[in-house]
């Protein structure tokens, strides 16, 4: 879906490659995701742009039932609990790829939020958003 972008030495490479096949550089180890605007130690060489990963989320009639005994008798959510982690983690990688798609090395500025869609459908989005920069050390 996406093809990745050595920082290095700009090759466009295909989706899921470890290291660029032209100069060998690695193309996810050095990745940095913070929430801060700032890495200590880096500066931002460029400014890519914003880049968004989503994942909507549903529970079958069978996790809405399980979900609403719990909540009767209180506490956390179990039934929910693994799929919301599912789909932040998938927002996190599918924002990840984006950024790597653009030749970054860091995602500055993360936010994470969710959104109930209602609809009656129980459907839940989590969207990871941050900039798509390249830092280099100071």
Known sequence: ????????CGFEAGEGVKFCPKCGA??????????THVVPGYRIKKVLGIVTGLSPRT???LGRFIAGIET????????????ME?????????MKAKALAL???????VDIETSDLGLGAGIVLVSATGTA???EPE
Do not use: D
């Not at 879906?1 to 290095?8: D, L, Q």
């Not at 009767?72 to 799929?83: K, L, R």
């Not at 030749?103 to 500025?109: F, K, L, M, P, S």
């Open 1 to 8: 879906m996406f093809s990745m972008k050595c920082p290095i």
């Open 26 to 35: 690695s193309l996810e180890s050095t990745f940095i995701m913070a929430t």
């Open 59 to 61: 529970r079958g009639i």
């Open 72 to 83: 009767m008798i209180g506490g956390e959510v179990t039934a929910f609990t693994s799929e």
């Open 86 to 94: 599912k789909a932040r983690n998938e927002a996190i990688e599918r």
């Open 103 to 109: 030749g970054a090395n860091t995602v500055i500025g």
């Open 133 to 135: 920069v390249i830092l």
